[in-house]
């Protein structure tokens, strides 16, 4: 069956970076979009941006333009999220989640990986 | 950018009862409008695809309409394993958005 496992829980310091993997299984790697979502706490959803993982471009949502990079190991079925220079507000939950055809629904999310950021 | 508005923010319901949840676009879409939802704690589960296309294993109770700037999801006998927050989504266009999200409560 298919599935995304991610990476576990975080707990960094300001300034710190971080790197979230997620991992597919069950489906050619390679034959869907994978996007990034974030959920602040008690907040709703917001999309950060995909990486197309056949050619392996990322695009960004303005707002993680910078400090956010989406990557690929194609050969590990893995996309990783990786913050840098982590700030409190970037506290929250990132859920990958797979892109079923280009418009389509995200029809397969990651567990999330709950992420703090604290002094 | 697409802005989706929801519309209630919050809604209470009853168990048993037909209730409509709504997602406007601030363009059109056409039918690249998913909805998804979302209990605490776990992620978000697709419901209904294109607007009104059903999922398998998602109960029947669920079902979707619209198209262009205007969505409607529907549950026909509402029960309490549904209350969640409800989140539309669309697909049309880059970046791809999300609306803020209806939560459905016990009245």
């Known amino acids: 069956q298919i599935q995304l496992v991610q990476s576990g829980p975080e707990l960094k310091k300001p300034g710190e970076s971080v790197k979230i993997s997620c991992k597919a299984s069950g489906y050619t790697f390679t034959d869907y979009a994978m996007h990034w979502v974030k959920q602040a706490p008690g907040k709703g959803l917001k999309w950060m941006g995909w990486i197309n993982t056949y050619t392996g471009k990322p695009t960004y949502a303005d707002d993680f333009k910078g400090r956010f990079v989406f990557s690929l190991e194609a050969s590990a079925s893995t996309a990783n999220l990786q913050i840098s220079n982590l700030k409190n507000e970037d506290t929250a939950t990132y859920f990958c989640?797979?892109?079923?055809?280009?418009?389509?629904?995200?029809?397969?999310w990651g567990q999330g990986v709950m992420v703090t950021v604290s002094s | 950018d697409v802005v989706l508005t929801q519309s209630p923010a919050t809604l209470s319901v009853t168990p048993g009862e037909r209730i409509s949840l709504s997602c406007r676009a601030s363009e059109s879409v056409d039918t690249y409008l998913h909805w998804y939802q979302q209990k605490p704690n776990e992620s978000p589960r697709l419901l209904i695809k294109y607007a009104s296309q059903s999922i398998s294993g998602i109960p029947s109770r669920f079902s979707g309409s619209g198209s262009g700037t205007d969505f409607t999801l529907s549950i026909n006998g509402v029960e309490l394993e549904d209350l969640s927050i409800y989140y539309c989504q669309q697909g049309n266009s880059l970046p791809r958005t999300f609306g803020g999200g209806t939560k459905l409560e016990l009245k």
């Open positions: 989640a797979r892109e079923g055809d280009y418009g389509g629904p995200f029809d397969y």
